[in-house]
């Protein structure tokens, strides 16, 4: 960096501290709340910094609620690059249309232990275990808020949520009625748009929606382009009616069509180095249905029950083409028993089929499967003292055609000595099952060609994953929690989180039979592996996250997150040591963001954020990638009531950066560049 | 432009800050829970309370707080305020076995898990139900408050209004959100 002459720092001082002196004038001049009329009040601006910190006071859990204002300041225009602002969550971003999204650890492109819900249908996809991101989506501006809950969910969401639970609950229809127009255009975002109605129907409110996109490539180091070019339609629907007294019903649907470019390192004996650099094509295509009705019985409690279907289809040509239907039907029931007793009791059924046809480099056996998975689950909040401390005990009962049947106990403690602070503390079991691909699927993983490190023969060795003969076991984890909530001051509130993970049976896989072939050519050596669940780790972390507003229109939210990952193999076989190695290095140890909220008139807002990761991975290792520090601006205008234009620039401090290297389904390594786009908001 | 206009310059955009952000505060920017205290105790201005609801002409109006939320603590600030010719006196609950002397009784969203229980209990109440939990009036609450990208807005249940033997004035039924089209008309 060109260091700053101290002219331009003296002068950059005179401008804060004329802008201090102004904003503490500004701040003497309170608002008086006593006399103001209903009709003022409605026009009256509020300030948001309490109501995230109000809402969050009573959780025994480490939860961050990133809001539908938080989303549209953020500037952010995909849930993958929103999911940043959480504390504790690792974004790492491929390509242009690929994610790397973890909570507490053991990220990767499918990062395999966060649950994600959106509307309360599971977007885990069972293939690879995690969310393939670049095929969800919705339009932002319906999002109401996304909760993000760290640390194990599975006593009440059931398997999967090992590290973490997201929630992301769009806005009821009578909340988005109107016309709603959304356009803009820009370097990397290069042009995109939706459009939403929402309209009135009988005793209830609808909306209906679609939008699209086409996203620019990103770079690889050397400045090749990408060929991650990415464009997408969506259109999806809402209905909100109320049937009877007390009873309510939501229908929602939506349809996607998705198209994706990848370029990926084929294994090939016959190459050089081994692999061959092959662009790829991915289409996704897909569909849902979701119907939840909730009602009051006679005794006054309360009833849910949700039922949805859903179909995707996932295709590479070359590789393999999925498709998948599931069908989910979840019921609850929530009663008071007693003073003390806020109970919650669950049945849960899924089934998901799928059809895979594969060809090249992976390969499905058998090529059609189905999963059954049978859930109960009862939570008891128990209050000792009342609005003092609380007692939550929690199980599920999970039971499915593979791995059988789990508890997934959970027991948590909340004490609120005041009304300004609260203590909360954790301990559950949650278990992360096989994926499809991990059961069923033989891949070529590499080829070393002749003389290479480790290969000191005249024949390429393919190292190959094949199914292996016994059964693969769940992952588990033991995780102890602990959490601390204080408001200091009416506009400054501290969240903080402490966690302690122990991991048994993380699948890896081992060295077994080896074998020469003649065919395909050239004469060749085939290393298989078989998966095994030989992999055991720990984690321990911290996580703080301020909301602050020191003046009526200035907000700002400063987050830090620290992590240690240690993993072990316990078979000491080369594979699995090598495993623990990537591990080892998937996720950085220090995060930090700062977000800076400026209201700076009733039609300007001018937004800030900052974000720094620390490194991953040991410089010489292949997965390494350096620290980076990346910031993003937003301006926004809005000349009219019912129009706003804002510009936003992205990753403003470098002009492209590295995220994240690929373990699964390695690809090129991406960077992602500098971008600025501009955006016009139209309510009508 | 040498760096000694560039500073002159930067001091001016500071000022032009300045000028712009106090012109927006001076049209006033209260705290979430400040504007919600208020919506709470303008509402009982527009809202008919049968005689019973009272022990007597001059009793206090009361307003009572339920649940974790600092809309409790900013309704304290308009203690003794007159409205309808009483003093307003606040009190905050432990339990909704409490809320029978109430006339005004807010629910923060905190209870929101256990809303239509808690809407049980004070049912057919000559009590004034108001939240600013998610689709409170869904539940069956009187008046819920609503939060509309800057601004709070409310929505009323006028079902819930005549169960509770109140009467609520047109000018109330005209500004809520979900009502925009009435007329004053029954």
Known sequence: MIPLPSRLIRCFSL??????????????????????????????????????????????????????????????????????????????????????????????????????????????????????????????????????IRGPGAAMWGANAVNGVINIITRRSRDTQGNLLVAGAGSEERAFTSFRHGGQAGDGHYRVWGKAFDRDEAVTGDGRSGNDYWRAGRVGFRGDWSVASGQRVMLSGQAYSNDTGDRWQVPDITAAKGVRLTDMKQTGKGAHLLGRSEWTLNDGSEAALQAYVDYSQLEVPGAFKEERTTID?????????????????????????????????????????????????????????????????????????????????????????????????????AVRTPSRGELDAAIDLSVLPPGAPGNPSPFPILTRNVRGNDSLENETVLAYELGYR???????????AAFYNQYSDLRSAMLAARSFEFAPPPPHIVQTTTPDNSIEAHTHGVEIAVDWSPLSWWRIQPIYSYLSLTSSSTSGDPVSVA???????????????????????????????????????????????????????????????????????????????????????????????????????WQF | MNSQTRCWLAVLLAFAAIVTTSRSLSQGTLTEAQAKAAF????????????????????????????????????????????????????????????????????????????????????????????????????????????????????????????????????????????????GSH
């Open chain 1, 15 to 148: 401008a804060f501290a004329v802008g201090l002196m102004g904003s503490v004038s500004a701040e003497s001049l309170p608002p008086e709340p006593l006399d103001i009329s209903l009709e003022d009040l409605l026009r009256v601006e509020v300030t948001s910094a309490s109501r995230k910190s109000e809402r969050l006071h009573d959780v025994a859990a480490a939860v961050y609620v990133i809001s539908r204002e938080d989303i549209e300041r953020s500037g952010a225009t995909s849930i993958p690059e929103a999911l940043r602002m959480a504390p504790g969550v690792d974004v790492a971003r491929l390509a242009n249309n690929r994610w790397a999204v973890s909570v507490r650890g053991f990220n990767n492109r499918f990062g395999n232990k966060l649950l994600v819900l959106m509307d309360g249908r599971s977007i885990y996809s069972p293939l690879f275990s995690g969310v393939v991101w670049e095929n969800e989506d919705t339009l932002l501006e319906d999002i109401d808020r996304i909760e993000v």
């Open chain 1, 329 to 429: 039907m979840d019921f609850q029931h929530r009663l008071l028993l007693g003073e003390r007793h806020d109970v919650l009791w669950g049945l849960g059924y899924r089934y998901s089929g799928d059809r895979i046809d594969s060809a090249g480099i992976i390969s499905f056996q058998p090529d059609s499967r189905s999963f059954n998975l049978a859930s109960a689950f009862v939570h008891d909040d128990i209050t000792l003292l009342p609005n003092t401390l609380r007692m939550i005990l929690g199980v599920r009962f999970e039971t499915n055609n593979f791995t059988g049947y789990q508890p997934l106990p959970n027991a948590r403690l909340m004490w609120t000595p005041s009304e300004t602070q609260s203590v909360w503390g954790s301990v559950a079991r």
């Open chain 1, 486 to 496: 204080q408001r200091l001051a009416s506009n400054l509130s501290l969240d903080v």
């Open chain 1, 579 to 681: 495993n623990a190695q990537i591990f080892n290095s998937s996720d950085p140890q220090h995060q930090w963001s700062l977000r800076s909220s400026m209201s700076l008139t009733d039609r300007q807002q001018f937004d800030l954020w900052l974000r720094y990761v620390s490194k991953l991975g040991d410089r010489n290792s292949q997965f390494s990638i350096p620290a980076y520090t990346t910031l993003d601006l937003r301006y926004a205008w809005r000349p009219t009531r019912d129009l706003e234009l804002s510009l936003v620039g992205q990753n403003l401090l470098d002009s492209q950066h590295p995220e994240f290297v690929p373990s699964l389904l390695p690809g090129e390594s991406l960077e992602i560049q500098r971008g600025v786009y501009v955006k016009a908001k």
């Open chain 2, 40 to 183: 709470v105790v303008n509402f009982a201005r527009y809202i008919e309370w049968p005689e019973r609801a009272f022990t007597n002409r001059t009793a206090p109006l009361l307003i009572c707080a339920l649940g974790r939320s600092v809309v409790g603590n900013a309704l304290e600030a308009h203690e003794g305020r007159q409205v309808q010719g009483r003093p307003v006196a606040v009190r905050q609950l432990l339990g909704i076995d409490e809320a029978r002397p109430c006339q005004v009784l807010f629910i923060a969203d905190s209870e929101e898990r256990r809303m239509s229980q808690l809407l049980r209990v004070v049912a057919a109440q000559p009590i004034l139900t108001v939240s600013d939990a998610d689709a409170f009036i869904d539940s069956g609450g009187a008046i819920g408050l609503v939060r509309a990208d800057q601004r709070l807005q409310f929505e009323v249940n006028r079902q819930a209004i005549e169960q509770a033997q109140l009467k609520a004035s047109s000018n109330l039924l005209k500004l809520a959100r979900n009502l925009a089209d009435f007329k």
